[in-house]
């Protein structure tokens, strides 16, 4: 009797070309010649024109007719915002419970944000005055000054923290951080301890801690905030941070695990 082929671990090499010629594109690398393609994924043109204007055909790359090169398409940018999205909410779904956790142990205003296309947004807020004003979403841009912005300039490269720094410069009060050189020192004191914190840059009298939630390739993909009276926040300060760090590293196991 002839033995059956393992179906299982049968590759179709077409496809495995084409994944390979996707994974040429990233983030510094945003559009590449047919020559350099050729050379990262070791095919002949001929065989690799014919995979690129498949995917081209599919949208799933796009030609710059300027350039001659190749990029990503739409439709490679419309399955990531599907992921993104289902990921989001997956992340509300799950967030929401340590947000009531740490609202019912601190009595104080909790926040999640998510993070997608460079935008910080407010995905659950619970306080403890409703009549607050929502002073947090009114500021969740002002990166330099926030708890949570501050997690996400982090995440920049030095050109991209160079342009943010040209213009963002407003201080809220007198203790928000303005200069470029003072915002960068606190971005390397934020990244190396593992955690933001926000001391009267917002709101005078008002700190805030901020926790990040990073993705499987280790890019923040949202955070958790809690906010409250300075004279309230110092005396649980250990507490509060080793909390919200065991909430973001629980979370970032259930997400991405």
Do not use: W
């Amino acid at each position: 009797m002839a033995k059956k082929e393992n179906t299982s671990e049968k590759i179709i090499q077409s496809v495995d070309r084409a994944v390979e010629i996707l994974e040429c594109f990233n983030e510094k690398e945003t559009e590449l010649s047919l020559a350099v393609i050729c050379e990262k994924v070791s095919l002949n043109k001929s065989t690799a024109l014919g995979i690129i204007n498949t995917l081209i055909r599919r949208q799933y790359l796009a030609k710059n007719l300027s350039t001659g090169r190749y990029c990503l398409g739409k439709a490679i940018l419309a399955k990531h915002n599907e992921a993104v999205t289902a990921k989001m909410n997956q992340l509300y779904d799950l967030g929401i419970v340590y947000v009531m956790r740490l609202f019912t142990k601190y009595r104080m205003e909790v926040l999640l944000y998510g993070y997608a296309n460079n935008v910080l947004f407010l995905l659950d807020r619970i306080i403890a005055d409703v009549s607050k004003p929502p002073a947090r979403v009114t500021y969740q841009l002002s990166y330099h000054a926030s708890a949570s912005g501050k997690l996400v300039l982090t995440q920049y490269t030095d050109l991209q923290l160079d342009k943010y720094l040209e213009s963002s410069n407003y201080a809220f009060t007198e203790a928000t951080k303005t200069s470029p050189e003072a915002i960068r020192k606190d971005c390397r004191a934020t990244l190396e301890r593992g955690y933001a914190i926000e001391n009267g840059e917002v709101s005078e009298g008002v700190t805030a801690y901020a926790v990040p939630i990073y993705d499987k390739s280790g890019m923040l993909f949202g955070t958790i905030c809690c906010t409250g009276a300075s004279d309230n926040m110092e005396p649980i300060c250990s507490l509060l941070v080793d909390d919200l760090l065991k909430c973001s590293e629980e979370l970032t196991q259930k997400l991405f695990s």
